[in-house]
C-alpha cells in the first residue's frame, strides 16, 4: 500500500482516487476549495462533476495541503493546467526529496510555452516527475469501464512505478520515454476538439471530421518531431488515442465548448456553459506561437485561433481552410 496525495479534487481528480483506492492505496485529495471539499466528505459524491458516481469512505479530503502532502510516496497533479505552476509552487515546500510527481494536466502554459511536466520540474526540483495521458473521460474510469492509458517519464522507473500503482483489470497502463511527445499529443488534440466541435455546430457531417481528425493528427505529428517527440508516440494512446475520444465523446468539454462556438457563442460564453476548464482554448495561442517557432504548418491551429480570438466566423474560417493552395497529402512521398 502506497500513501497517495492527489492534488485537484475535480472530476479527473476524484476519479483517479477511485482507482487508487480500488487498488488498496492511501488516497488523501486536496482541493484549494473548501465547499467542493465539504461536499465530497459529506455526500462522498462529486456531485457537480460526476453525479451518481460514490467515493469510497476511506478517500480523505482536504483542504490543508502540507497535511495532504506530508509523507506522501506519490504526489498527483490534477488541477486544470492554468493553475499547474501556482498549484506545484505552494507545494514545493512540503514535497520531499525524490517524490514521484504525475502530471495529468494537459496543455501548453500560455506565455512561456512550456509542457506541464516542465514547469512541474522547475516548481519542484527535488522530485521525479511522470505524465500519465491517453483516452480517459473521468466519467468512465470513475465507473470502472475499462479504459487504457500510458505513463511517461525520462526514469524508466518512474514510468515503471507509476504504471504498478495505477494499473488493474480495468485500467491497463504502457510506459513510455517520450515525455514531449506523450504532452504534446494531450494539449494539442484539445485544440483539435474544439475545431471538431465546431465542425458539428455548424452542421456539417461525418466526411468533414474525419477530415478534420486525420489532418488535425497529422498537424500534431509535425510539431510533435520538430519537438524532438516520436511519431510513434502520436499514432498511440495519447496522440491518436485520446484525440478520437476528445472530438467524439459527450464528455468531451473541448468538443462541446467547439460546438456552442460553432453555433455562435464566444469562447467564454461557451466555457461558462460548459462550467469546466475548457482547456484547448488555453493551449491554443501557445500551440500556434510553437508551430511558429519552429516553423511548421498549422492550418487547423491557425483556425483555431483565428475563430477563437480575431472575431473570424467559423464557416469562413472552414472555407478558407478547404480552399488553401493545392498540395500532396504526405509531401515526402514521390513518384517513380
Keep these: 500500500m502506497k500513501k497517495i496525495c492527489i492534488l485537484g479534487a ?8 477511485i482507482v487508487l483506492c480500488n487498488n488498496g492505496h492511501d488516497v488523501t485529495v486536496w482541493s484549494i476549495d473548501p465547499e467542493e471539499v465539504l461536499m465530497l466528505n459529506d455526500y462522498r459524491e462529486q456531485r457537480e462533476k460526476l453525479p451518481g458516481v460514490m467515493v469510497p469512505s476511506t478517500i480523505v479530503f482536504t483542504t490543508n495541503m502540507e ?27 512540503y514535497i520531499a526529496e525524490g517524490t514521484i510527481i504525475v502530471d495529468v494536466a494537459k496543455g501548453i502554459e500560455d506565455n512561456s510555452f512550456k509542457t506541464m511536466t516542465q514547469i512541474i520540474e522547475e516548481e519542484c526540483s527535488n522530485a521525479r516527475v511522470g505524465i500519465l495521458s491517453g483516452p480517459s473521460h473521468a466519467e468512465e474510469v470513475s465507473r470502472g469501464i475499462p479504459t487504457t492509458i500510458v505513463a511517461g517519464s525520462k526514469e524508466k522507473a518512474v514510468a515503471e512505478y ?15 520515454p517520450d515525455v514531449i511527445g506523450i504532452e504534446l499529443g494531450a494539449s494539442l488534440k484539445n485544440v483539435i476538439a474544439l475545431a471538431a466541435g465546431i465542425v458539428d455546430g455548424l452542421g456539417f457531417g461525418d466526411n468533414t471530421k474525419a477530415a478534420l ?6 498537424e500534431i505529428m509535425r510539431l510533435v518531431t520538430a519537438m524532438g517527440g516520436h511519431l510513434e508516440t502520436v499514432a498511440g494512446l495519447s496522440g491518436i488515442g485520446d484525440l478520437i475520444v476528445t472530438c467524439t465523446s459527450k464528455h468531451s468539454r473541448n468538443r ?56 473570424v466566423d467559423a464557416r469562413e474560417a472552414s472555407v478558407k481552410l478547404l480552399m488553401r493552395d493545392r498540395t500532396m497529402e504526405a509531401e515526402n512521398l514521390e513518384w517513380k
Excluded: H
Design 10 to 17: 475535480g472530476s479527473w481528480g476524484t476519479a483517479l482516487s
Design 256 to 311: 462541446n465548448a467547439g460546438f456552442l462556438i460553432g453555433q455562435g457563442k464566444s469562447y467564454q460564453e461557451a466555457m461558462d456553459e460548459v462550467k469546466m476548464i475548457v482547456e484547448g482554448v488555453y493551449s491554443a495561442k501557445a500551440a500556434l506561437a510553437l508551430a511558429k517557432q519552429k516553423n511548421v504548418s498549422m492550418p487547423i491551429v491557425e483556425a483555431v485561433n483565428a475563430v477563437l480570438f480575431d472575431g
Design 162 to 176: 507509476i504504471q504498478d500503482v495505477f494499473m488493474n483489470d480495468v485500467f491497463r497502463v504502457y510506459t513510455s
Design 67 to 93: 497535511m495532504a502532502i506530508k509523507e506522501a510516496e506519490m504526489v498527483v497533479c490534477a488541477v486544470p493546467s492554468p493553475f499547474v505552476r501556482s498549484t506545484m509552487r505552494n507545494a514545493a515546500d
Design 213 to 218: 481528425m486525420t489532418r488535425g493528427i497529422a
